[in-house]
């Protein structure tokens, strides 16, 4: 996705301080900041199309799944 738009727009992302994770409307991950490939220790290569599940405790992957895709009906604002 990097290789995609914009290079200065994901330079931006880049330069953010916190991790940052974009995702693909099926839930993978789209794209993965440097600073994310730090926070979960592994290549960015090893993040990006894998499902942002796989990076949520095992024990709550599935309620994990079940906001997402409630979240996706009805996108609006959270506190």
Sequence with gaps: LRDLGD???WSLLDAVPDA????SAD???AFASDRA???FDC???DLVG?????LVPHDV????RAHRTRYQ???TGRP
């Excluded at 940052?20 to 995702?23: E, G, K, P």
């Excluded at 894998?50 to 796989?54: G, K």
């Excluded at 992957?61 to 994990?64: D, E, I, L, S, T």
């Design 7 to 9: 290079p200065f727009a």
């Design 73 to 75: 009906a009805d996108p």
């Design 37 to 39: 490939a730090e926070l």
């Design 61 to 64: 992957r599935q309620v994990h």
């Design 27 to 29: 839930g993978d991950i």
């Design 43 to 45: 290549d960015l290569d």
């Design 50 to 54: 894998r499902p942002i599940e796989d």
């Design 20 to 23: 940052t994770l974009i995702l």
